[in-house]
């Protein structure tokens, strides 16, 4: 039982550049959630998705597209990289939403645009 | 504007002692609060939570206290040892919000000293 995994853990790109981060999770969750983290700063929720197929728009969803083709895995693309979205990305995942909310997190995906 | 809010950047603690890091929020819809640990180059991990139809929830050393009326919470956790050294973010969420994720505040770094 691995949890919610990210691909790749490490990442740099040039400005204009695109690109896709994986996750993935084992544990049948319905829920799932890309955040962002940038220094001094709490997670903010980019895309969520609450079932295969399913995607919606959180906090700070520009610069940003959600594919959930299947129900483990949950992609996050950046079609052309700006500077701003240099920070680390977080995917979690949940079972439920209306009772026991707890997310479960991936380890992060770090990202550098230069 | 900020709807959860860790004032506290820092704390340091010895240990054996309690440490008490706090929560305030400013949208009275929140209805579900939780406390997550995060440390350096991993993904947060869930550690207790708290519904707003209780003041108190206890899991081993870690105590959640949720003071509705002043929209204030805090995680006490006792005794304090080194392995809790972390960043530590509060977190909330309201069931209609729609599976829309949780809003986190900006953490605060908890230093246990020997």
């Known amino acids: 039982n691995a949890g919610v995994t990210q691909t790749p853990k490490f990442r740099v790109l040039k400005t204009g550049q695109s690109m896709t981060l994986l996750c993935a999770q084992d544990m049948n969750h319905e829920y799932m959630y890309w955040y962002r983290q940038d220094p001094g700063m709490g997670l903010r929720l980019i895309h969520y998705?609450?079932?295969?197929?399913?995607?919606a728009k959180g906090e700070v969803p520009d610069g940003y597209n959600v594919s959930r083709l299947k129900k483990q895995n949950f992609l996050l693309g950046l079609e052309s990289a700006a500077p701003s979205q240099t920070s680390v990305y977080f995917c979690?995942?949940?079972?439920?939403?209306?009772?026991?909310?707890?997310?479960?997190f991936g380890p992060g995906t770090r990202l550098t645009v230069l | 504007d900020q709807q959860v809010k860790q004032n506290s950047p820092s704390l340091s603690v010895q240990e054996g002692r309690i440490s008490i890091l706090n929560c305030d929020y400013t949208?009275?819809?929140?209805?579900?609060f939780l406390w997550y640990k995060k440390y350096p180059a991993e993904g947060p991990t869930f550690l207790i939570s708290i519904s707003s139809i209780k003041d108190k929830n206890e899991d081993g050393r870690f105590t959640v206290f949720l003071n509705k009326s002043a929209k204030h919470l805090s995680l006490h956790i006792v005794p304090s040892q080194p392995g809790d050294s972390a960043v530590y973010f509060c977190?909330?969420?309201?069931?209609?919000?729609?599976?829309?994720?949780?809003?986190f505040g900006k953490g605060t770094h908890l230093i246990i000293q020997p």
């Open positions: 979690a995942s949940s079972f439920t939403w209306t009772l026991l909310r707890e997310q479960f």
């Open positions: 998705s609450v079932g295969e197929g399913t995607t």
């Open positions: 977190a909330a969420s309201y069931s209609g919000g729609g599976a829309d994720g949780l809003t």
């Open positions: 949208n009275s819809m929140f209805d579900y």
